[in-house]
């Protein structure tokens, strides 16, 4: 706002902007006027949006809506139900005990605000993660979906694209991107910021056990325990290390 000021002749207070700063649909001023976008309106185009999708589960249709309606930036994620079909290449990364994991092309892609519109990235890389028997236990699958972000710039939190269903297995499948999830186990990264992986470091250490040892059971025992500890990327590894590693030895007291 620039300031405000009176027309002499109707007595109406007139409140001054800069050009361009109002949204050229509802004459308000725009929510984010740099990328001129209107969140009163991008909330109304979704509303007026939901009657042409559905999971055809009344319980995540209504909680995907509540997402879609929780947008407040220009560049938090429209979280959509997405069809099946609309991936291809689809690749196993991992089969575990509660989900497998697969790499795919999501043919559409995701929706992004650009030009001062929203418009599709085709061919989008994605992970999908089919949940096994999840279409027995929807509470579990909406919990799971609420511990990911919408929000692009929110660094260390997985960010989420949508829900899909394989129309074979029934399972529901959460749709991510590809950068937040580990290349080797499937997992979401401990760190995403540094692609560390938690559970990856712990199984690499347990295999190295058998690579060294200080001769002494109990020495080994408490190395091993202390190598388990770890929590973060930048965690100190603590090792057995063989005395001729050390050249240059002075003492000094």
Excluded at 142 to 171: C, F, H, M, R
Excluded at 226 to 235: A, G, V, W
Aim: proline content about 3%; overall charge positive.
């Amino acid at each position: 706002m620039c300031g405000i000021s009176q027309n002499p002749d109707t007595n109406e207070y007139v409140i001054v902007f800069q050009k361009n700063c109002n949204c050229k649909e509802r004459g308000d001023v725009g929510t984010d006027k740099k990328f001129e976008w209107c969140r009163p309106c991008q909330i109304s185009d979704l509303k007026q949006n939901f009657s042409s999708w559905t999971s055809g589960n009344n319980k995540i249709d209504n909680f995907m809506e509540e997402m879609q309606l929780k947008i407040e930036s220009h560049n938090d994620i429209i979280v959509e139900w997405i069809p099946y079909n609309q991936f291809s290449i689809i690749e196993e990364i991992r089969n575990g005990d509660f989900a497998r994991v697969y790499l795919a092309k999501w043919k559409n892609g995701l929706l992004e605000y650009k030009e001062g519109k929203y418009k599709r990235n085709p061919s989008k890389e994605v992970t999908l993660k089919c949940l096994n028997n999840s279409q027995n236990v929807i509470d579990n699958l909406l919990n799971k979906v609420k511990s990911y972000s919408i929000k692009i710039n929110e660094g260390n939190i997985a960010k989420i694209y949508g829900i899909s269903q394989n129309p074979v297995t029934k399972d529901y499948v959460i749709v991510l991107p590809t950068d937040c999830n580990c290349k080797k186990c499937g997992e979401i990264y401990t760190n995403i910021l540094v692609k560390w992986c938690k559970p990856c470091q712990i199984n690499n250490l347990k295999q190295d056990f058998v690579n060294w040892t200080s001769g002494n059971e109990a020495i080994d025992n408490f190395i091993q325990k202390m190598q388990l500890k770890i929590e973060r990327y930048n965690d100190m590894v603590v090792k057995w290390i063989p005395y001729n590693q050390f050249n240059i030895i002075q003492e000094i007291r």
